[in-house]
């Protein structure tokens, strides 16, 4: 069960338990992965998020981009938008070199991780 950490020993803010992102470990659901959805709460909750390709949308398929995965980089709304995280390895920083703003222990897939930087 990965955590999704501040920096690398600091504080837990997330854990993600198969398609549930919770808020500790035995803790309640603040969001539900199924399949490209991102669900608010369960699998019948709201959709919040919907994920198409390298596209983080809000709401649905036809909502509007978020973010843009290209990558290692994470940009905001379109391919050539500002770049908002570095993922570099297990951590995802605000530049290239710059700080650390989440740390993930464990190993996350794909979705897991874009159902992260969706929420994040």
């Given at each position: 069960?990965p955590?999704?950490k501040?920096?690398k ?25 199924n ?20 596209e ?13 995965v290209?990558s290692?980089e994470?940009k ?12 570099d ?12 703003k ?10 897991q ?7 994040i």
């Amino acid at each position: 069960m990965p955590d999704i950490k501040d920096k690398k020993h600091g504080k837990t803010l997330f854990y993600i338990d198969g398609n549930d992102i919770k808020d500790k470990k035995h803790g309640t659901t603040l969001f539900y992965i199924n399949g490209s959805e991102v669900r608010e709460k369960s699998r019948h909750g709201t959709v919040r998020f919907f994920i198409n390709g390298d596209e983080i949308r809000e709401k649905s398929r036809h909502g509007t981009v978020r973010y843009y995965v290209d990558s290692a980089e994470v940009k905001d709304k379109s391919k050539h938008g500002s770049m908002r995280y570095y993922i570099d390895g297990s951590e995802i920083k605000d530049k290239r070199h710059g700080n650390v703003k989440y740390f993930i222990d464990g190993a996350l897939t794909r979705d897991q991780l874009y159902a992260l930087i969706s929420i994040i």
